[in-house]
């Protein structure tokens, strides 16, 4: 019999997480859902879930559908971004200048 509690030791319920959701709602009203599931490297892939508005009763539509959701809080590292823009001399004509 194996008497190593580290092995029998229970999992928290924080060990099993693997994501979160918010209610929130929408501009026009709607309810949906906002958050995150962790990948097995532990990065968070963002996701929102709407409710199937187009599901009839009796089929076997889900009532849910989930979407990746691009993370509006990131941002543009400060090396990329010009506070003046350079000193050189602009060209009016329409050309690109490539």
Do not use: C, H
């Not at 190593?4 to 959701?21: I, P, V, W």
């Not at 009839?56 to 941002?75: A, I």
Request: proline content about 5%; cysteine-free.
């Amino acid at each position: 019999m194996n008497t190593d509690t580290s092995a029998n030791s229970q999992k928290t319920s924080r060990d099993l997480e693997k994501g979160a959701l918010w209610l929130k709602k929408s501009k026009a009203g709607a309810d949906f859902l906002s958050g995150y599931f962790l990948d097995e490297e532990k990065n968070k892939i963002n996701i929102v879930v709407f409710k199937n508005n187009f599901k009839k009763q009796g089929e076997s539509s889900p009532d849910y559908r989930v979407y990746l959701s691009e993370n509006k809080q990131q941002e543009v590292p400060k090396s990329t971004v010009l506070k003046e823009p350079p000193n050189e001399q602009t060209d009016s004509s329409d050309e690109i200048p490539f």
